[in-house]
C-alpha cells in the first residue's frame, strides 16, 4: 500500500511527519525490548509513551479535562456535527491503558464519525477488583 514515490526516498531527505511518528514509536519500542517493565506502574507508563508517540488526527483539537475526578480529553474534530458525541473507554484488557495511550485512536474515531469525543480513564483491575469501567466508568 506504500506509494511509489515513498519506497524511493532517500534516507538523507525529510520524512513526512506520519513516517517520522512511526519511526519514533518504533524506536521507542524497540529501545525497551531489552529490559521488560519492572512495575505495572511503569508498563503503562510506557503503554502511554508509546501511544503518544503517534499524533493525533489531522484537524482534531484536543481539551485536558477533569470529569468527576477522572482524567480524560475532549478531542475535537474541527469536521464534527454539534450533535453528535462518542465516549471513548480504553482498551487494555481492564489491566493497563489510559486516555493517552488511545489517544491517537480516539481522535480517528472522532473524526471518522465527525464527533467530538470525550476519552476518559476508568479503575483498573490490578488496584480495584471490582472492574471499575463495567460499573462505574466515572469513577476511577
Known sequence: DCPPHM??????????????????LMSLVTDHQERPPQTVA??????DLHGLAVPIA??????????????AELLTPKEAMPDRA?????????MQGSHL????????LARAARALALASDYRLAREHPSVGVVVHPENR
Not at 7 to 23: G, I, V
Not at 42 to 47: C, I, K, L
Not at 58 to 71: D, I, M, S
Not at 102 to 107: C, E, G, K, P
Open 7 to 24: 519506497l524511493q526516498r532517500s534516507m538523507s531527505e525529510p520524512l513526512p511527519s506520519d513516517l517520522a511518528a512511526l519511526r519514533g
Open 42 to 47: 511503569e508498563g503503562r507508563a510506557r503503554q
Open 58 to 71: 489531522t484537524g482534531c483539537g484536543k481539551q485536558t479535562l477533569t470529569v468527576n475526578g477522572v482524567p
Open 86 to 94: 462518542l465516549l471513548c473507554l480504553h482498551g487494555g484488557g481492564y
Open 101 to 108: 495511550s488511545h489517544r491517537h485512536f480516539s481522535s480517528r
